[in-house]
């Protein structure tokens, strides 16, 4: 392992800080290094790999359309995609769907419809978004322009113009923003990397009311709390309300790399060929591992799942901070879950990876759960085990 390791650093352009783990193959909810170590995996790829490792289930869809067709373009159609499209359409409760590679892209191409809706209501193209201070929306420039973390975006200005941002779960702070060339309101319904902090009641319905009294644009980023991770198909679902334009990826292809963002059919009809485009989005492919994605959900009652183990996993952590006074508290919902330390957490999740149990981070002093859903109270109680000793 060591020496893949000397050899990565060679090769690859040093983005990542990683850590010195070379996984080679899963199985289930564990993971296995190059030496044949075993550990618990409670990171699921970063809220990807939502039905574990080496399902035969999901791997047939796979190979199966490997021997069928993998890529056409957007020239023309394929079936695959048109299956998976309906099937989101179906989830989402929205009109349209337009498939891309990731999740940032998704988020650039929601940016994009929402100006075009304004510019197409409008005639011009001096629209405004407000976004949330701590957000974390991807790592291109558009993307970025939106992520309300300033260490992700100094060495990377000038950004995208037209962004101003407002503080989470702080409906005045939103209304102070509001003017006539609001455009768009973007926000994830669960913020993933500035700490897991679920939108409150009043904030999210109070947005949503902002956006149709306004004519506004409402956009969820929902790339990781999405897709059944927190006891709901969408996080939004928890509100009753539904957003103009919802992101999606990360466990919407659960590894391979897909993403979508999926419209109602007002902001929707803005979109006009040659407005925007991807080469391999929604090839047969991809779109072969949403559909059998969203097949495994309903025939193996994943939602039902996620709500019955989740509610142990929150007890079993509660119990944590009640234990030690170096934790201050646990937030989330459903399968995406953190525990706020009063220092660092990187020296834990080291430990944790020594002992066994991969878990991440989100900021300095947050330690992220975000497990697989198809875990059992048996793998929680042997996360917890691993993690105190690891404590």
Same mark, same amino acid.
């Given at each position: ?19 010195? %783990? ?65 099937? %989101? ?10 498939? &891309? ?80 060339? &609001? ?209």
């Amino acid at each position: 392992m060591k020496n893949y390791i000397n050899e990565a650093d060679e090769v690859l352009m040093q983005a990542y800080s990683r850590f010195p %783990i070379v996984f080679d193959y899963g199985k289930g909810v564990n993971l296995y290094d190059t030496d044949g170590k075993e550990y618990l995996d409670f990171a699921a790829g970063i809220a990807v790999f939502a039905f574990g490792y080496g399902n035969e289930e999901y791997n047939s869809a796979l190979k199966d359309q490997i021997d069928k067709i993998i890529h056409t373009s957007n020239l023309f159609y394929n079936v695959p995609a048109i299956e998976a499209a309906k099937k %989101i359409v179906k989830a989402t409760g929205l009109s349209r769907v337009f498939f &891309t590679n990731s999740g940032t892209e998704a988020i650039e191409g929601a940016i994009k419809l929402a100006r075009k809706y304004y510019y197409e209501k409008n005639g011009t193209n001096d629209s405004q978004i407000i976004a949330m201070n701590d957000s974390f929306h991807g790592r291109s420039i558009g993307a970025l322009s939106v992520t309300g973390q300033p260490k992700y975006q100094e060495a990377f200005k000038p950004l995208i113009g037209g962004v101003v941002f407002a503080q989470y779960n702080d409906l005045d702070s939103v209304k102070a923003l509001v003017n006539e060339k &609001t455009s768009a309101i973007i926000l994830e319904t669960l913020q993933g990397e500035g700490g897991i902090h679920p939108a409150t009641d009043e904030f999210i319905k109070g947005v949503r009311k902002i956006c149709d009294d306004n004519d506004i644009v409402l956009i969820l980023d929902e790339i990781q709390c999405g897709m059944g991770r927190t006891g709901k198909m969408f996080a939004y679902e928890h509100y009753g309300i539904k957003p103009d334009i919802v992101t999606v990826a990360k466990a919407l292809g659960c590894g391979v790399p897909v993403g979508a963002f999926v419209a109602n059919e007002k902001v929707s009809a803005a979109m006009k060929p040659g407005d925007h485009g991807t080469t391999y989005g929604g090839n047969p492919f991809a779109c072969a591992a949403v559909n059998r994605v969203f097949e495994m959900f309903e025939k193996h009652d994943i939602l039902d799942n996620v709500c019955k183990v989740s509610a142990y996993l929150e007890e079993k952590l509660n119990e944590l901070v009640d234990e030690y006074d170096f934790i201050v508290e646990r937030r989330g919902k459903g399968f995406m879950q953190g525990l706020q330390f009063n220092k660092p957490v990187i020296d834990t999740i080291k430990k944790c990876h020594e002992n066994g149990l991969i878990v991440i981070s989100a900021g300095a002093n947050l330690m992220r759960f975000v497990p697989p859903l198809i875990i059992t109270k048996e793998d929680v109680d042997k996360m917890i085990e691993i993690l105190k000793k690891s404590l």
